[in-house]
């Protein structure tokens, strides 16, 4: 008889296990579709990103608080840019290894190849996104608005990212790479002027 009623319990356990597991995939399906069908919409992403960010800093401008969540949100946009920014392989650290894999073109005789990042712009706006939004529900919790002189932090950041671009840029010149393709070069000859056009 025992075994019987702990079957029952199981079963019921299972079943909900298993609605909770489909209902679950079900969402994360659909989120994944949404995702995947605004990937060609740069523009429309960034600018939902936009004003996303713009709630956010208001949200944060009339609490006048959660100035360490703005820190830190800070300091991880820093980290995102600069790995935007950066080539997927390092031109740095091949020559360091040796490694003679593909490098970036030094010369204008050298073959066209655009610009591969470390984090590709989808990535770069989706973690992004997904950062102001986590930020932005943290201000609904007051253990996080700990006090302090939000200037020093503020100028704290503006000293950390002065120095991390320039160090960033500097990397650029030296190893001749720009971060941003308008994409493939195109060629154009001369045009030829018709003698009957032109009288």
């Known amino acids: 008889m025992e075994s019987g009623v702990g079957a029952v319990g199981s079963d019921e356990n ?35 990103f936009g004003f996303v960010a713009v709630i956010y800093m208001i949200r944060v401008y009339f609490l006048q608080g959660f100035y ?79 006090p302090v002189f939000w200037p020093i932090l503020l100028f704290y950041w503006l000293v950390l990212f002065f120095l991390t671009m320039k160090r960033q840029i500097l990397h650029m010149i030296k190893y001749r790479y720009v971060p941003f393709s308008l994409g493939k070069q195109r060629y154009t000859g001369k045009k030829v002027v018709n003698d009957d056009t032109s009288s």
């Not at 995702?35 to 523009?43: A, E, G, I």
């Not at 650290?93 to 066209?112: C, H, K, V, W, Y």
């Not at 984090?119 to 770069?124: C, S």
């Open 14 to 48: 299972q079943s909900s296990g298993g609605f909770f597991s489909e209902w679950s995939n079900g969402v994360s399906r659909k989120y994944q579709y949404l995702l995947d069908k605004s990937t060609p919409h740069v523009l429309r992403r960034w600018i939902g």
């Open 68 to 146: 360490i969540i703005s820190y830190g949100l800070g300091i991880y946009i820093l980290n995102l840019l600069i790995a935007f920014l950066s080539p997927q392989v390092d031109p740095e650290i091949q020559d360091i290894t040796g490694d003679d894999g593909p490098t970036l073109p030094t010369r204008g005789s050298d073959e066209f190849r655009p610009f591969v990042r470390r984090l590709p712009e989808f990535k770069f706006w989706y973690s992004i996104t997904k950062a102001f939004c986590i930020a932005f529900v943290m201000t609904f919790f007051s253990a996080f608005d700990v």
